[in-house]
Every structure is written in C-alpha cells, then in structure tokens.
C-alpha cells in the first residue's frame, strides 16, 4: 500500500535520534530536575542520614545498594534516622534542614538543579556534614563548579581495566587524624583504583589514604593501547581519600567502595564509622582539616 514519505517519515522518526540539521550530530536530550519532593515521614528519627545516590552518569548498583545498607546500619546503630533516595528535589532548606549528614553515594553526573545546588551549598557552608564516596568524585560533575572543584578538587582520569579489581597496599597519610584512629599504619585492600591528576586543587585539604602503586598494576589496558595510571612513586603522590572544611562545614572524600564488599572490609568499615564521627562534629576543633 502507498505511504506518503511524510508519513513513513513521521513513523520512522520515532526511533531515530533527534539531529541537529546543520551538523547532523545527535542531539543530547535536555536534562530535566526532579522537582516534586519525596515523603519523608514526619516519625524519622532525629537527627538523621540523607543517602542521596541519583545518577545521570555511571551507576555503581552494587556499590550503592552496600554503601546503602551500610549506612542503615549505622544510623541503627547511632539511634539517628535514615532516608535514602534517588529524588534531588530533597535538597530544599525546609526538608534538608532535617538531616545532619548527607552522604553522596556513587552520585554521578548533572543530578541538582541551580537552585538545588544553592541550597546544598548553604546546608554545608552553614555546617552541615558530607560524606561523598567512589563516583561521587568522577569526573561528571563539571555542571557544578563549586562542588566539583572545591569539595572534591583532583579530577579523576580513569581506572585499571583488565584486571578492574586489585588489591593494593593503602597507607595511612595523616595518622594523628581522628579519621585513622585505630587503624593500621597501612594494610590490604581490593577495590577499584581510581587516579587523578590536578591536585593542585588538593590545597586546603588533608589527605588521609594513599596508594602505594608498586602494589598493583595501575594502567588501563585497552585494544586501542594502554593509558600509564600512575601518580607517583609514593603513596602521598596518589592520594585516595581526603577531608576538607568549608565555611562552618566539614567534607570527606573517598575514592574506596566500588563494590559491596567494600562495607564489609574490616579497616574500611571502621575508616567510614570514624569518619562519620568526625564530619558530625561542630564548634569542636572546627578547623582539624
């Protein structure tokens, strides 16, 4: 049967992706925000965790569904309440005025409007307490300046590939730091090693682990050829977790916890209560960063 070619152009169109005529080069869909707040029961424990792991770039499932239990865990443990979700319109003052803690679980990619972004930034400047993990400090928050270079800083440049997962020897960088209370001065760990290069913008922080590369093979091994990974000859040269205080806020960062097993390894697990403990703390030694 005959189709007029604007029909049979209509029809196709709708699996085709959008073009820019003049290049045409796909065009990215528009991001859209989530913009209508969850329900958060007025019975939730205070104070309490908001475990915010939304994604718009690489989603680490495993990693989060871990970090995730991990963190119900310690709230139980802590009597504090707990909620976690994928809604970024939770960040607005009234409902993150609830929360003591926010903890960026794998977060990747453009999550928050402008508008939610602010107030975040406020909640922390004002004294909140974050905790950001793994993908949280990807290289795919380039939408926001502010987080991406001052509360995270160094940008990630990749990961090994071919082995992914490897142990490596992680070294404890500021030992007197409550953080490392109770650790070993260096021990054993599988994860995935990310590294980074711009540490320039590590300034004004206090970076707590290192990697010592001689333990692992820190290349990407691809077909199209094999990228050097590596930061330095010294642990302090490829830091991998760091804490920094902003405004009346405190912030740490670890690049550890790509897959549940990570919350269940021994050191780590007592490296993230501690931590827990330390970002919590306010008007105390407000400037042990």
């Known amino acids: 049967m005959f189709k007029p070619a604007f029909l049979i152009a209509a029809v196709t169109g709708l699996c085709a992706p959008l073009l820019n005529l003049a290049t045409s080069a796909p065009i990215d869909p528009p991001v859209t925000y989530d913009t209508e707040r969850p329900e958060i029961t007025q019975w939730m424990r205070h104070p309490a965790i908001l475990v915010f792991s939304k994604t718009r770039g690489w989603r680490h499932n495993e990693g989060i569904a871990g970090a995730d239990l991990f963190f119900v865990e310690l709230a139980e443990a802590s009597n504090m309440g707990v909620f976690t979700t994928v809604n970024g319109a939770v960040f607005n003052h009234e409902q993150l005025s609830r929360f003591e803690v926010v903890v960026f ?12 972004e602010k107030v975040f930034q406020s909640w922390l400047e004002d004294g909140g307490s974050l905790i950001a993990l793994h993908g949280s400090g990807a290289a795919s ?43 070993p001065a260096d021990w054993i760990k599988e994860d995935e090693w990310y590294s980074f290069n711009r540490l320039e913008l590590l300034a004004g922080a206090t970076p707590l682990l290192g990697l010592d590369e001689s333990t692992y093979i820190p290349e990407l091994r691809r077909e199209s050829g094999t990228v050097d990974l590596r930061m330095g000859e010294e642990p302090q040269d490829h830091p991998v977790a760091w804490v920094r205080c902003i405004g009346n806020g405190r912030t740490i960062y670890s690049a550890l916890g790509h897959h549940p097993r990570s919350y269940q390894n021994e050191h780590y697990r007592k490296f993230l209560i501690n931590a827990f403990e330390w970002v919590r703390r306010r008007g105390e030694d407000a400037t042990e960063c």
């Not at 679980?105 to 939610?116: A, I």
């Not at 509360?151 to 990630?156: D, Q």
């Open 141 to 183: 928050h380039t939408d926001w300046p502010w987080y991406d270079d001052r509360v995270i800083g160094p940008e990630f440049i990749g990961h090994p590939q071919d082995p992914q997962f490897q142990e490596a020897r992680v070294v404890n960088l500021t030992p007197d730091h409550p953080i490392l209370a109770g650790l």
């Open 105 to 116: 679980n794998n977060m990747t990619g453009d999550t928050l409007s402008p508008e939610q």
